[in-house]
T-cell receptor, first 114, second 112 residues
Framework: GAGVSQSPSNKVTEKGKDVELRCDPI?????LYWYRQRLGQGLEFLIYFQGNSAPDKSGLPSDRFSAERTGESVSTLTIQRTQQEDSAVYLCASRLIGTGTEQFFGPGTRLTVL | GQQLNQSPQSMFIQEGEDVSMNCTSSSIFNTWLWYKQDPGEGPVLLIA?????ELTSNGRLTAQFGITRKDSFLNISASIPSDVGIYFC????????????FGTGTRLTIIP
C-alpha cells in the first residue's frame, strides 16, 4: 500500500521484557515521527527523524526508550525493561519535506504490558 | 508532555445538527491543525491553518486560527453518521516544525 505501515498491530508483553516496534514510512518521505497515545488521550510526541538523524528526541520519556532509522526508511522504536505505564498505542507518521506540515499517520501498534 | 486544552471532551448529537469544538493553549503557535481519528486507525488531517485570523473551510467543516495564536475552533455543519469519531486539534511553533502538540480530543457520537 501507499500509506504508513506499522508492525505488529498488537503486542502483549510481560513487565521487564524488551519490545521493538517497526514503522515503514511512505516511500520518499524524509521526515519520520513517533508518538504515543495513552487510552483516552491525545498524542504525545516522542522523537523526530530527519533522514537517519534524530534532531529532536525531547519526547522520549526515559532512557529505556530508544529509536533508530536506517536507509532513510524503516524506523524501529525499542522499549527496554517495559513497565505497565508503557501500555499505549504507539503511532508513527511520515512527511515529505517541503510540502507543508502534513504528517501522514500509520494505524499504530497497541502495546499492552502485563 | 504538554497537551492543548480541547473542549468539549464528548458530544452526543442528532444527525443534521451542527457541531462546534475548540482548542486553547497558554503558548503561541504558528500552525493549527484539526485531525479525525477512527477506531484502530491513525489520525487523518482535516484542515490546516497557517495564518492568525485565517478562516478555512473544507466541505461541511470550517476552522479558524485565533487572532491571539493561542486558540482554534472547528465547526461541522449538518452532521452525518460518518462524522462519528474522535477529533483532535494539533499545533506547531513554525511552519516547517517537526513536532506537533495535540489536544486531548473530542469524541463525537451521533444519536439515532
Amino acid at each position: 500500500g501507499a500509506g504508513v505501515s506499522q508492525s505488529p498491530s498488537n503486542k502483549v508483553t510481560e513487565k521487564g521484557k524488551d519490545v521493538e516496534l517497526r514503522c515503514d514510512p511512505i516511500s520518499g518521505h524524509t521526515a519520520l515521527y513517533w508518538y504515543r497515545q495513552r487510552l483516552g488521550q491525545g498524542l504525545e510526541f516522542l522523537i523526530y527523524f530527519q533522514g537517519n538523524s534524530a534532531p529532536d528526541k525531547s519526547g522520549l520519556p526515559s532512557d529505556r526508550f530508544s529509536a533508530e532509522r536506517t536507509g532513510e526508511s524503516v524506523s524501529t522504536l525499542t522499549i527496554q525493561r517495559t513497565q505497565q505505564e508503557d501500555s499505549a498505542v504507539y503511532l508513527c507518521a511520515s512527511r515529505l519535506i517541503g510540502t507543508g506540515t502534513e504528517q501522514f499517520f500509520g494505524p499504530g501498534t497497541r502495546l499492552t504490558v502485563l | 508532555g504538554q497537551q492543548l486544552n480541547q473542549s468539549p471532551q464528548s458530544m452526543f448529537i442528532q444527525e443534521g445538527e451542527d457541531v462546534s469544538m475548540n482548542c486553547t493553549s497558554s503558548s503561541i503557535f504558528n500552525t493549527w491543525l484539526w485531525y479525525k481519528q477512527d477506531p484502530g486507525e491513525g489520525p487523518v488531517l482535516l484542515i490546516a491553518l497557517y495564518k492568525a485570523g485565517e478562516l478555512t473551510s473544507n466541505g461541511r467543516l470550517t476552522a479558524q486560527f485565533g487572532i491571539t495564536r493561542k486558540d482554534s475552533f472547528l465547526n461541522i455543519s449538518a452532521s452525518i453518521p460518518s462524522d462519528v469519531g474522535i477529533y483532535f486539534c494539533a499545533a506547531s511553533f513554525n511552519f516547517g516544525n517537526e513536532k506537533l502538540t495535540f489536544g486531548t480530543g473530542t469524541r463525537l457520537t451521533i444519536i439515532p
